[in-house]
């Protein structure tokens, strides 16, 4: 099938245009008109004057309007399931705080955010966790989204910026490798920028970004890395290397270089199924194309090894002279929609805003000054988010914790236990808009107002900080996080410092980040309304931001890149007779993150009602398994059923379950990555079986 | 201070070094190599000889490794023997180094043929011997090379590559033949003829004098003779210290010697019967007696390993796993051969599982038959999908608008069907721009504008002709 990527027909809305803001779901927050009509209802048309989506809006996008108005939106607080009112359930919360810390110290009540959070709600929740509650332990379902990208960028660079260039460059570029992503269906209006003839694709599946590309290389699940180093091997043995590049702007390539020369092609070929002369093409693309980008996805990334793996792929793109050279360059895909602000502010376990770290004492005095607090009574760094679930409840760990814009029943490892250890808090209160699987678990349930209802900025895949604008107002009775995180701290003594207005929080988060590697300092609300948004970092209040970093140098102490020599290793929980298959996990087109937004929404539950297992005919033959039937998965950590769509597109020794439903990260591997603490969400061991015939 | 003493400094050797590092950072590691060279990837050098790889690329470890990774190591220093009692090396030069645990990575050594004139061959084992049939290649008009296995394969490819006339000799009926069976060592041999390298086969070297290959049926004229007639495994060591030796050092399931306190990997070790001359297994044990040695899993043990071939010449692919001369009559073999267009493919399959195959030509399908055969995956009852890829279950190709059933998704990204664009175009969209005004078509990665196009033409060229 050819494919025509000019831009389609105009689709503008003939209502007139509403209040200009973006998309609440993926990292590429498209530009959309928020129209409200007559009926109090939400209109949405896309803008065309965003560069990352261009005028295109996915079927997410386009009914993200019926969420503001949905039945099953929350509109009074819960106490241990009964309405409550909100002086009642803040008044609540805040004494069984008091309580448990009295008790146990401050570490016993933990927080946990996300990477959906405003800007301004991440800094907010990351400042009450240290200054209200004085507890290390914080962290956000980012850590298992991007947190090992985010490692190797910044092992490497110096710096974490998702794309360090803007979007549009990926249309400049000649070749694309995508490691691990699935565009088509995660954000649809990516592939604008992607040119077909050019494109790579990494994945065990065929997806419908593989089914795009010119070259796809269907990889075992957990050999990425053996893959990259290969590719690596076969761009230096084939002569590849930007000599010039590599001796001006990095550091450490030789040992590299003998140490890819253990992985010729050959080799990898035997580890993960990819054919040497596919592994060939894919490197004369890239080293042939003049402008050439190497992309990471999850797909790559959440391994217990994702850290070394990107750092596989970033020396891959090194070697070839890419990152810090216009139109082309290495990035990873961002995938929660402040995925990229959501982990520089903050809420993550080893960070102050401004993409400091916690254990730096000039970054402690900083944000001390800014706080107004002494730098010594900042805590240090606490547990990472799959090691803070799995310690609730536990002597050791905390016995309450706020939750802000996440659902860890469906979305965190081993979730079946990890419901367990929620179950086991004396204290769990959830900030919702709906009563997400999480909050059916909360003592107490606080229901907030959502996207298109508040103001705020969200820094999108390309590290642009946008404007989020309040088009509609709320449903009575619903608060936002901010009102929240002020109500709350206002009832532990902490009143006063901690505002609810978003523009007084960014203005403080300015000052916070000022000096910081993601420097805020000198971006306004009006700044970015007049420039489209505003690429950090922005030091100066004249300053326009900076679209492309690392075109003079890397921000590591000598200016150089580093390359850092590493080894695949098999997957931590490989099949064997018991349990034989791998199982990957993955996203759908109609749903976003773990559903609690999108299967709440008629067209999106319609396009994709319920859970299947995806498995190769081959494999389904084998089994004696036919299209409808349900079938019973099963794990070293927990069960789940799924109805069985055969298709070819997928390896015969891998089956796939997409994430968006409760039960299929029962089975997922919690082995934690050494550096980045990702959890292995991306492969694991099942065995499958028949429970039921078709429908 | 005893610790643990390494003797070889090879493929094996050298992994098992890395190996124990990456568990252990503390232990004291001493290590020998008879080579002066830092060891590099032998597997690479056929890549060196063809000049497809440049040899400062294929070091497996650089100078400054071993200081960096608190190892001792001494280059071109040969060990002469083993103290058992004492439990030490010693080197020519009489130098003592005391042992907890010694590993023998003696590796193999080039077996020469037992012919007049024999010493007129360079071998093709080592970095050494790869520069000096260089060397010589540049002066060289014509060259030979001796033994049709894998390694002379390589050789021959190389040295025709580089524009030099090649004949390749080998004793047997056909070329690879520990490998191949005899149709796919045809077509190998019409490829390399192809490619400029002469074969015969089923001749018998007698002598070589200056300028000539005698053969039993008559001579070749050659000024570059190399000999590539397979390898024994370098055992005196082992043999001198007392230690159980037949055609390898014989090992255990821990790769342990009948000494526990000496381990042999690679080349020079003999497990369960076999002596292996591939990479990968002796990798494999190399991670089992790091993992023992280290304690970082007690419980390792080796249990054999599966072999697969896999050429490494250029515009020859070729590939061979397990039993591959098996027959109708023993197995299920699956085949299919186009000799003129250099292709031929041979599954062989017992009890529904891939026990051997070979791929000669194009082999789009080696990833997933190597992975099939390494795990005892199940099969496809349709077996040919497995030497044609994209044969069974292949995804249909873009159907046209008419042939396209009303249930077919055509936008994905706002899930709308063909049966939608039919029912607005029905209602009045009359072009691209208005079946997405109504249906959001075409909004969100615009790959399916032109299959909405055409759709609406059909729909009005229908109505045309109906009209």
């Known amino acids: ?695 | 201070m005893r610790g643990i003493v390494v003797v070889g400094n090879g493929m094996a050797g050298s992994r098992l070094v890395s190996e124990v590092r990456a568990r252990d950072k503390k232990a004291r590691v001493t290590v020998f190599g008879a080579e002066e060279r830092a060891p590099y990837n032998r597997v690479l050098l056929s890549n060196v000889l063809a000049g497809t790889t440049r040899a400062d690329q294929v070091r497996l470890h650089g100078p400054s490794w071993y200081d960096d990774h608190n190892v001792t190591v001494h280059l071109g220093t040969e060990v002469v023997a083993i103290d058992r009692e004492t439990r030490c090396v010693i080197t020519a030069d009489g130098g003592r180094t005391p042992f907890s645990v010694l590993v023998l990575a003696t590796g193999s050594e080039p077996i020469v043929p037992a012919v007049p004139g024999a010493e007129r061959a360079i071998a093709f084992r080592t970095m050494d011997d790869c520069e000096r049939i260089l060397a010589a290649a540049n002066a060289a008009r014509r060259a030979v090379v001796i033994g049709g296995g894998l390694l002379g394969v390589e050789a021959a490819r190389g040295l025709a590559g580089r524009g030099l006339p090649v004949t390749l000799l080998h004793l047997k009926g056909h070329l690879m033949d520990r490998q191949l069976d005899h149709e796919a060592g045809q077509v190998l041999g019409d490829t390399l003829e192809g490619l400029g390298v002469e074969i015969m086969t089923g001749v018998t070297v007698t002598g070589i004098t200056d300028g000539k290959v005698e053969l039993t049926t008559g001579h070749v004229e050659a000024d570059l003779v190399v000999a590539a007639c397979g390898v024994r495994p370098v055992t005196a060591l082992a043999l001198d210290a007392g230690l159980h030796v037949e055609r390898g050092i014989v090992v255990d399931d821990e790769m342990r010697t009948d000494d526990p306190a000496i381990f042999a990997i690679g080349e020079c070790a003999q497990h369960d019967g076999q002596v292996y001359g591939l990479v990968a297994p002796c990798w494999e044990q190399a991670a089992i007696v790091a993992d023992l040695i280290t304690g970082a899993d007690a419980r390792a043990r080796y249990r054999g390993s599966r072999l697969v071939t896999r050429l490494k010449a250029k515009s020859v692919e070729l590939a061979a796993m397990g039993e591959t001369h098996l027959t109708d009559a023993d197995a299920e073999i699956v085949r299919f051969t186009h000799r003129r267009g250099g292709t031929y493919r041979k599954l062989v399959i017992r009890d529904g599982r891939l026990v051997g195959a070979i791929l000669v030509g194009d082999p789009a399908t080696v990833g997933t038959l190597t992975q099939l055969y390494d795990r005892g995956g199940p099969l496809p009852a349709d077996r040919s999908g497995l030497l044609f890829p994209g044969l069974a279950g292949a995804a249909p190709v873009s159907p046209s608008p008419v042939r396209m059933p009303d249930a077919a998704q055509v936008c994905r990204c706002n899930n709308v069907t063909k049966g939608q664009i039919r029912a607005c175009w029905e209602a009045g969209a009359r072009d691209v721009a208005a079946v997405a005004a109504a249906t959001r078509a075409t909004t969100g990665c615009g790959s399916c504008a032109e299959t909405v196009g055409g759709i609406v033409e059909w729909l009005c060229e229908q109505e045309g002709a109906s009209a």
């Open chain 1, 1 to 695: 099938m050819s494919f025509s990527l000019s831009a389609p027909a105009s689709v503008m809305s003939p209502l007139p245009e509403g209040t200009a803001t973006h998309c609440p779901y993926c990292a590429l927050q498209c530009g959309m008109h928020v129209t409200q009509t007559d009926l109090n209802q939400a209109e949405i048309t896309p803008r065309d004057d965003v560069p990352a989506n261009q005028g295109g809006l996915c079927q997410k996008g386009w009914t993200a309007g019926a969420l503001l108005r949905s039945p099953h939106r929350l509109t009074t607080p819960l106490i241990h399931g009964k309405p409550a009112g909100w002086d009642e359930a803040l008044g609540y919360a805040a004494s069984r705080i008091a309580r448990i810390q009295d008790a146990h110290g401050p570490d016993a009540v933990a927080v946990f955010g996300g990477g959906g959070l405003t800007n301004e709600k991440a800094y907010q929740l990351g400042k009450f966790a240290r200054v209200a509650l004085r507890t290390s332990q914080i962290d956000y379902n980012g850590r298992f989204c991007m947190s090992s990208a985010a490692a190797a960028t910044n092992r490497a660079f110096g710096l974490d910026r998702g794309l360090p260039f803007p979007i549009t460059d990926l249309g400049d570029a000649g070749a694309v490798l995508l490691a691990g992503g699935n565009v088509a269906e995660t954000m649809p209006p990516f592939v604008r920028h992607l040119n077909p003839a050019g494109l790579i694709v990494v994945d065990p599946r065929e997806t419908p970004t593989a089914r795009l590309a010119a070259l796809h290389l269907q990889n075992a699940p957990g050999t990425d890395l053996a893959l990259a180093l290969a590719l690596l091997h076969i761009a230096i043995a084939d002569g590849h290397v930007a000599e010039e590049y590599v001796a001006a702007r990095t550091t450490g390539f030789d040992a590299v270089r003998d140490s890819v020369s253990a992985w010729w092609p050959e080799r990898a070929e035997r580890v993960t199924g990819v054919p040497v002369a596919a592994m060939r093409q894919a490197v004369a693309m890239l080293a042939e194309a003049g402008n050439a980008v190497v992309l990471t996805g999850r797909g790559a990334e959440q391994h217990a090894k994702g850290t070394d793996t990107v750092t596989a792929y970033i020396n891959l793109a090194l070697t070839l002279g890419l990152p810090g050279r216009p139109g082309s360059g290495y990035g990873c895909v961002t995938g929660q929609g402040n995925g990229q602000g959501g982990r520089e502010h903050g809420q993550k376990a080893d960070q102050l805003p401004g993409y400091r770290k916690i254990d730096d004492p000039a970054a402690r005095a900083h944000v001390a000054a800014v706080w107004g607090v002494d730098p010594a009574d900042l805590p240090g760094p606490g547990r990472s988010a799959y090691e803070l679930l799995d310690a609730l409840g536990t002597p050791e760990g905390p016995k309450g914790l706020l939750l802000f814009g996440s659902n860890p029943v469906v979305s965190s490892p081993r979730s079946g236990h990890i419901a367990g250890r929620l179950a086991a808090l004396d204290l769990l209160v959830v900030a919702d808009l709906v009563l997400s699987d999480t909050a059916e678990l909360a003592t107490v349930v606080l229901p907030t107002a959502q996207w298109a209802e508040e103001a705020g900025t969200m820094t999108n895949l390309e590290g642009r900080v946008l404007l989020r604008r309040r088009a509609v107002a709320p449903p009575s009775g619903v608060r936002s996080d901010l009102e929240i995180l002020s109500g709350l701290a206002e009832r532990l003594g902490r009143g006063g410092s901690f505002p609810a207005d978003p523009r007084t929080v960014f203005d403080e988060l300015r000052r916070a980040s000022a000096g910081g590697p993601a420097d805020y300092s000198g971006i306004t609300y009006e700044k970015i309304a007049d420039q489209g948004g505003v690429f950090w970092p922005c030091p100066a209040d004249d300053h326009p931001g900076t679209p492309r970093i690392f075109l003079d140098r890397f921000p590591t102490p000598d200016g150089r890149a580093r390359m850092v020599v590493v080894d695949h290793r098999p997957p931590v929980e490989d099949v064997d007779a018991d349990y034989p298959y791998y199982l990957t996990t993955g996203r759908l087109l109609a749903h976003y993150q773990s559903g609690a937004q999108t299967r709440r929404v008629a067209d999106l539950t319609e396009a994709a009602p319920e859970p299947f297992l995806e498995l190769h005919p081959d494999l389904a033959d084998h089994l004696g398994i036919r299209p409808g039937d349900m079938v019973r998965v099963t794990g070293r950590r927990g069960v789940t059923e799924a109805t069985a769509r055969i298709s070819a597109a997928i390896r015969a020794d891998t089956v796939f379950l997409p994430f968006h439903w409760e039960g299929p990260n029962r089975l997922t591997n919690p082995a934690l990555d050494p550096v980045s603490r990702m959890p292995e969400f991306k492969v694991c061991a099942v065995n499958l079986a028949v429970v039921g015939g078709g429908r």
